[in-house]
């Protein structure tokens, strides 16, 4: 097995991303040394794409802190609209967040900044587009992505103004699934949240109904010996053909591990494939 995890092209970023990304909103208190190795591990597993937001607690100083050394090792990207006070959906808060993230982050310019799951009314009435772009002319941004979901996705592709866009999906969540095709056929980098839908309850902060679905399809049975739920889980996700790139938190580097050690061992065979799409189809779990 190849101990270079697998790449793709963001769409017409044309940065090659690894397809385990890391999510860096993390959901308990850690500790300077933790965040320090944790964050530093991640970059030593071979892992090139960090997601953060302007409102994930410290995340962005920590990253900024630890990682400065390493910037050139991998892709950075984070989120605006967001404020203490929940999300203000102007120009000024938009250019409140980016300059905050800047800081924070230690750096002149950003990779990727998305917009964080504005409503395409939100979107219209803030001219956030215009804003994100004036943010890209500055040079404090490469590219400009939106995080979102539907119904407001469809509205978004049409606009053709987002260079990527960061959308939920697993196989226990699959409402976006035949719309990943039609993001990365518009050209734009796919890249996606809740890849392992959280992990399962007790071992990550998955929701006990979802992850019920898990067994009442029989997805178990389809399991390579000795893989956990949650591997197989993130290697149905990192099958689809049109996902760029699958961001995953953790706070326990065993996790990480073994997050990696899955994204490694590569796509789900055809006919597993097609077998789970089948049991969650037959449960009532498929595309939108």
């Avoid at 900024?64 to 120009?91: N, Q, S």
């Avoid at 800081?103 to 001219?127: F, K, W």
């Amino acid at each position: 097995m190849s101990s270079i995890l697998p790449t793709a092209t963001l769409g017409r970023t044309g940065l090659e991303v690894t397809r385990l990304g890391f999510g860096a909103g993390h959901r308990r208190a850690m500790t300077d040394k933790e965040m320090n190795a944790q964050l530093n591990a991640v970059l030593d597993a071979g892992i090139n794409f960090i997601d953060t937001a302007n409102d994930y607690g410290n995340s962005e100083e920590m990253i900024g802190r630890y990682l400065h050394h390493r910037r050139d090792e991998f892709v950075l990207a984070t989120k605006c609209g967001c404020h203490p006070d929940g999300h203000i959906w102007t120009r000024e808060n938009a250019f409140r967040g980016l300059h905050q993230s800047l800081e924070r982050l230690r750096v002149d310019s950003v990779d990727i900044m998305q917009l964080h799951n504005p409503t395409v009314a939100q979107c219209e009435q803030g001219e956030l587009v215009q804003a994100l772009q004036d943010m890209r002319s500055q040079g404090k941004v490469r590219w400009i992505g939106m995080s979102t979901t539907l119904p407001h996705l469809p509205t978004y592709l049409s606009w053709d103004v987002f260079d990527a866009y960061q959308i939920p999906y697993s196989a226990l969540e699959r409402d976006h699934e035949d719309w990943l095709t039609t993001t990365a056929q518009a050209g734009a980098g796919t890249i996606i949240r809740g890849g392992v839908a959280l992990g399962k309850p007790g071992v990550g902060l998955g929701q006990s109904d979802r992850w019920q679905a898990f067994n009442e399809a029989g997805l178990d049975e389809l399991k390579q010996s000795g893989e956990s739920d949650t591997s197989f889980v993130l290697r149905y996700t990192l099958t689809h053909p049109d996902v760029h790139t699958n961001i995953v938190g953790t706070t326990n580097p065993a996790h990480l591990a073994e997050n990696a050690q899955a994204a490694l061992a590569g796509p789900l065979s055809r006919e597993v494939y097609a077998e789970a799409k089948e049991r969650l189809d037959r449960i009532g779990v498929s595309p939108a």
